[in-house]
């Protein structure tokens, strides 16, 4: 089995070229994702409305990803908007049984 960092790396390429079949294999069916724009929506909610997003970005590269606790992935990544403007993110994804089960995003500010 994987690594619950290499679980979320698989995510994050999944979301970046739109892999849906992988995201819906790695995506826990009791999934929920929170982020300042998403109060704990589900797994159906993140599917449609969240993962399609990926076309906004002309950059989006992963800068720290660590484990932490017993489920825990912490990421930081980095991204440019096709609009303009480049920043950073940092999210904590749990991951059960080789499956995410929860994200939260919290945005950053301004990439230096």
């Known amino acids: 089995m994987a690594t619950r960092a290499e ?38 909610a993140y599917l449609e409305r969240c993962f399609p997003t990926a076309d906004r970005f002309t950059r989006q590269e992963l800068v720290h990803v660590a484990e932490v606790g017993s489920d825990d992935v912490l990421i930081v990544y980095e991204y440019d908007l096709r609009d303009g403007g480049s920043y950073r993110n940092a999210e904590l994804t749990t991951v059960v ?6 994200v939260q995003v919290f945005f950053g500010g301004p990439a230096r």
């Not at 698989?10 to 992988?22: C, E, L, N, P």
């Not at 049984?97 to 929860?102: A, C, N, P």
Request: aromatic content about 10%; glycine content about 4%.
């Open 97 to 102: 049984d080789g499956r995410l089960t929860e």
């Open 7 to 44: 679980t979320v790396r698989r995510m994050f390429d999944a979301y970046r070229g739109q892999d849906r079949a992988t995201a819906e294999e790695l995506i826990a069916e009791r999934f929920v994702f929170t982020s300042p724009q998403d109060d704990h929506i589900d797994r159906a």
